[in-house]
């Protein structure tokens, strides 16, 4: 069950979406290779981006402090370690700036989790689907060492081993 503690919408862009502790907002931005792109998140130690299921869009946004639960009508999730040092964590999309959507946490170690769903499925072919995204921020004793897809889609083709860094994009 989602615990939730934010109810928003993002316009994410680009096909991915951010999640970054305050302090490494620099970081947020991350460098995707095409491995990253195949396994559908980039990621630092404080800071991860994941791969939407749109290209461009709003999606309904649910953030829970909570156990990640599987819905069956998940299409993709995806669990990587987190570390937040100040508690504040925000979400945005690549267009997004500084536009205050922070949660409140205790500071620590974290297994989030992502998980998308279809809302609707675009009528016309200049259109995108309607998705919305959970977030499950679990807090964990001892920080994880490896990120898991725990449901995959036909848009996720991660070959072997997930890489577990990203390199800062520089603009």
Do not use: C
């Amino acid at each position: 069950m989602l615990n939730e503690i934010l109810k928003s919408t993002i316009y994410f862009s680009y096909n991915q979406f951010m999640v970054f502790d305050e302090q490494f907002d620099r970081e947020a931005g991350l460098l995707w290779t095409p491995t990253h792109s195949k396994q559908g998140f980039a990621r630092r130690q404080s800071s991860a981006s994941f791969l939407t299921l749109a290209q461009f869009g709003y999606a309904d946004l649910v953030v829970g402090a909570s156990l990640f639960a599987s819905k069956s009508d998940y299409i993709r999730a995806i669990s990587v370690p987190f570390y937040t040092p100040s508690g504040r964590v925000l979400i945005e999309g690549p267009d997004e700036v500084r536009i205050g959507r922070i949660v409140v946490i205790g500071a620590g170690y974290y297994r989030l989790t992502a998980a998308q769903r279809l809302v609707e499925r675009a009528l016309y072919q200049d259109e995108e689907d309607t998705i919305a995204i959970d977030l499950y921020l679990e807090m964990v004793e001892t920080p994880l060492l490896k990120s898991e897809i725990v449901i995959s889609d036909q848009g996720l083709a991660p070959s072997g081993l997930l890489v577990e860094d990203a390199d800062v994009a520089t603009y």
